[in-house]
């Protein structure tokens, strides 16, 4: 198993991950310590697609992710597999700075929840419109929340 790549600044992550306005850093053992070398970029004001898929942010992660002032204009958020605990969505359900956010992907994380009873009452996520937590489980905001089933 090889060792996992240690990343000392944000443009050493963003290198070859950026295409337009999306950040793609799937899996490339992203961890809390360097996940925080990102949240203070100011180069994030101008990502409304953020994939951090397969990384290991957990919910120390997540938190700093959900108090980053830069991420004002995140619209799609992947966090697929990382391991985000019911804790960790608390914390995306009270952020102040992803008011933008329409779509975000939990699948693979070990939520319980109470983490999406606090997305469906969330504040601040006014324009979440759908997010998929377990595979098969898509919840869509159509006059109120819905639970969909994927086929």
């Known amino acids: 198993m090889s060792e996992p790549v240690k990343y000392e600044t944000a443009e050493a992550i963003f290198n070859g991950r950026l295409r ?3 950040l793609m850093v799937s899996g490339i053992h992203l961890g809390p310590e360097e996940a925080r070398l990102l949240w203070k970029s100011p180069n994030l004001t101008e990502i409304n ?3 951090l898929d397969d ?4 919910d120390e992660g997540v938190k700093d992710l959900a108090e ?3 991420l004002t204009n995140v619209q799609y958020l992947n966090l697929n597999k990382n391991g985000v605990s019911d804790a960790g969505i608390r914390y995306l359900a009270q952020s102040k700075y992803l008011g933008k956010l329409k779509r975000l992907h939990l699948r693979n994380n070990p939520i319980k ?3 999406i009873i606090a997305l469906f009452d969330s504040q601040t996520l006014d324009n979440l419109s759908t997010f998929q937590v377990h ?3 898509t919840c869509k905001k159509m006059e109120g929340w819905r639970y969909r089933p994927q086929e």
């Open 20 to 22: 337009g306005n999306q």
């Open 49 to 51: 697609w953020l994939d």
């Open 55 to 58: 990384n290991s942010l957990g």
């Open 68 to 70: 980053c002032e830069y």
């Open 113 to 115: 929840g109470e983490g």
């Open 135 to 137: 595979d098969g489980w």
